[in-house]
């Protein structure tokens, strides 16, 4: 039991709390404990040591919004963000309440006429702008996959579409998200001219930018580990003279699926960076958009904010890619040493 | 000198390009003819292009000069009436042993009852020994027994022809020799024309009807080719008792040292500059 706890966290990389649980389990105490010294006792040290650096050096920078905030501000506004949020989801109840009520009556009076429930039209919580975010990137790292896979896989297979698209490749890969944007921007304002549109025009910006960075590594890395695969296997897809689709899914996905997950993990990593420039830079909703507005805003604690999103953007980007490295690690089992 | 034979090598050629972009003539006018039902080893000193000669007769590598027939037909692509057993065991390590087979099976008899198909993969696995492992995953499994798996693979196909290379070049002495008795035991009960690779000269004796002795490359071909008159089924304790068995060991080891001491002197040649004459 308790190895198949330490099993499933060595997966998810978490080896930090192997040590926790030996010791909760009562194994050998010593080593146990110099094994979590050496973890956590100073990964915490260090962490202690950066929040005092900080806190010293900020207070003597002054800059046109007072001075920088240490950690003692930054937490502040860590509780008045959350603050906000608890007045803003009760201000939404209350405003659904009124308005059903205000609906129904309406409705009472005038039973013929059509009444529409008017939508809450306060400010977009900095939970929301999260969740817009985290939305937005999957949208984009989806669409980047869904074109980066099947190409990949065709360009790994053939050595002729390989070379072709090489140079495209190349030269869009070191592309920065700030140069597509205007771009994907004017694009998509001429092609979208949805009236009532259900999916919203920044919305669609950004993933289309998040995807246009993003489907590099993904592209690559598939077309390097289908290319990469034993010539065995593709000899026994030939002696059976499988067909093109068994072939891709039994055994060219699964034998490349490691590199496909390292492509993946990069992209996911590489579209979160760009989406929130995208989103600063366009000022579509989301992470980026708070911080420039907050930037805009001005006020003296909008320093303390401004940091709060970025460790926010930064807890956030390390959860993601600890989600990727754990799958990256399931597919990899029972693929004795290839890839990975 | 077989009459019409069922697997005909005519004469073949295959010339690779070498690293410095120089043709090497690797295989040079092999001719070999295969009865039906026999079972065939080819030995020769490493790199003299058996493998070579075996991929050219899998479909996966081109001839270049002559043709291969199986059964009068030309051999042109790979397909699964020519079953391959590879030296390093290339089971799909993701697919448990019984989806390996099936994967297999199911190319094979598209229309058969799902059922009929599963009987079948279980039957060649229970015969190689598998019966209670078919559902583990083939990277779980021991090199012996995903060579095992490979040959279930093979002859789950009911293929015309049975093409091992140094099957069990990997495996250690003892699981070797098991597995040669599961091979032949198969073999035995299917008499599917099988043309071997090997570089053990006891294992070629041991299973074959004919050994054929290619020449060390450039420009190998068969230099000689011994009979093996040991009645069938054959049992190696049986067969190491007869003083047959010592003679035609005698007459391969012999061809062998022959054939390094002509590459040796062939070596010497080369160095001092004339590259041009072999033999
Ligand atoms: N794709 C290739 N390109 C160039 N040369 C090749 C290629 N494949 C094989 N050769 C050469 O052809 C010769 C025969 O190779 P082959 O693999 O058939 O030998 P082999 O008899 O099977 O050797 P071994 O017993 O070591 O397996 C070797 O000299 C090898 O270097
Ligand atoms: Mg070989």
Redesign the pocket.
């Known amino acids: 039991m308790t190895e198949k706890i330490i099993g499933v966290m060595r997966i998810a990389g978490f080896n930090v709390f192997v040590p926790v649980i030996r010791l909760i389990q009562g194994e050998n105490r010593d080593e146990q404990l110099k094994l979590l010294w050496r973890t956590i006792g100073i990964q915490g040290v260090t962490l202690g040591v950066f929040l005092g650096l900080w806190a010293l050096i900020a207070p003597q920078i002054k800059t046109n919004l007072g001075q920088v905030p240490g950690p003692a501000q930054v937490w502040e506004q860590i509780q008045s963000l959350s603050l906000e949020y608890r007045m803003e989801t009760k201000n939404r109840k209350a405003f659904a309440v009124t308005e059903k009520a205000r609906v129904e009556q309406k409705r009472a009076e005038n039973p013929g006429l059509e009444v529409k429930m008017r939508r809450y039209s306060g400010r977009p919580t900095f939970l929301d702008q999260i969740f817009t975010s985290l939305v937005t990137v999957f949208t984009g790292f989806l669409l980047a996959s869904l074109v980066a896979i099947p190409l990949g896989v065709l360009c790994g297979l053939n050595r002729t579409l390989m070379s072709a698209l090489n140079p495209l490749i190349q030269v869009f890969k070191p592309v920065s998200p700030v140069a597509w944007l205007p771009i994907v921007t004017m694009v998509v304002s001429a092609v979208y001219t949805v009236p009532q549109p259900w999916l919203e025009k920044a919305f669609i910006i950004s993933a289309i930018t998040v995807s246009l960075c993003a489907i590099w590594p993904s592209l690559i890395n598939t077309a390097l580990g289908v290319a990469s695969i034993d010539k065995d296997y593709i000899n026994v897809a030939r002696v059976l003279k499988l067909k093109f689709s068994t072939k891709i899914f039994k055994i060219v996905l699964p034998a490349a699926l490691p590199y496909i997950f390292t492509g993946l993990r990069i992209s996911l990593g590489v579209g979160w960076m760009v989406l929130i420039a995208a989103e600063l830079l366009s000022q579509n909703p989301g992470l980026g958009k708070f911080v420039w507005d907050e930037f805009q805003n001005g006020s003296s604690q909008s320093l303390a904010r401004i940091m709060v999103a970025i460790f926010t953007i930064g807890l956030i980007g390390f959860i993601l890619d600890r989600i990727m490295v754990t799958l990256h690690k399931w597919v990899s089992f029972g693929h004795g040493t290839a890839g990975a | 000198m077989i009459e019409k034979p069922y697997l005909h090598f005519s004469g073949i050629s295959k010339i690779f390009t070498d690293p410095k972009g120089e043709p090497y003539p690797a295989v040079e006018g092999f001719e070999l003819r295969v009865a039906k039902g026999e079972f065939v080893s080819i030995i020769g000193h490493?790199?003299c292009g058996?493998?070579?000669v075996?991929m050219m007769t899998a479909g996966l590598s081109e001839v270049v000069i002559g043709g291969i027939f199986l059964d009068d037909k030309l051999i042109d692509e790979a397909g699964p009436d020519r079953a391959v057993v590879f030296?390093s065991p290339s089971l799909l390590p993701w697919l448990s042993a019984l989806d390996n087979v099936l994967l297999g099976v199911n190319r094979v008899y598209p229309h058969a009852a799902k059922e009929t198909r599963l009987d079948l993969c279980k039957y060649y696995l229970n015969k190689v020994g598998l019966g209670k492992d078919i559902h583990k995953k083939a990277a779980d499994l021991s090199n012996g027994m995903k060579q095992r798996v490979g040959i279930a693979r093979a002859f789950a196909l009911k293929p015309k022809l049975l093409l091992l290379?140094?099957p069990f070049g990997m495996l250690d002495s003892l699981t070797r020799a098991d597995l040669q008795e599961v091979l032949l035991e198969v073999w035995n009960t299917e008499k599917i024309t099988a043309l071997m690779?090997t570089h053990d000269v006891d294992e070629a004796i041991f299973l074959s009807d004919r050994v054929v002795m290619m020449t060390s490359g450039p420009s190998a071909c068969v230099g000689d080719i011994l009979p093996i008159s040991f009645a069938r089924p054959r049992h190696k304790a049986q067969v190491m008792e007869q003083t047959s068995y010592y003679q035609y060991r005698e007459h391969l080891i012999r061809f062998l040292e022959d054939g390094k001491d002509k590459k040796a002197a062939h070596g010497m040649v080369s160095s001092i500059g004339d590259g041009a004459s072999h033999f």
Do not use: F, H, I, M
């Open positions: 490493s790199g058996k493998s070579t075996l030296q290379d140094e690779v």
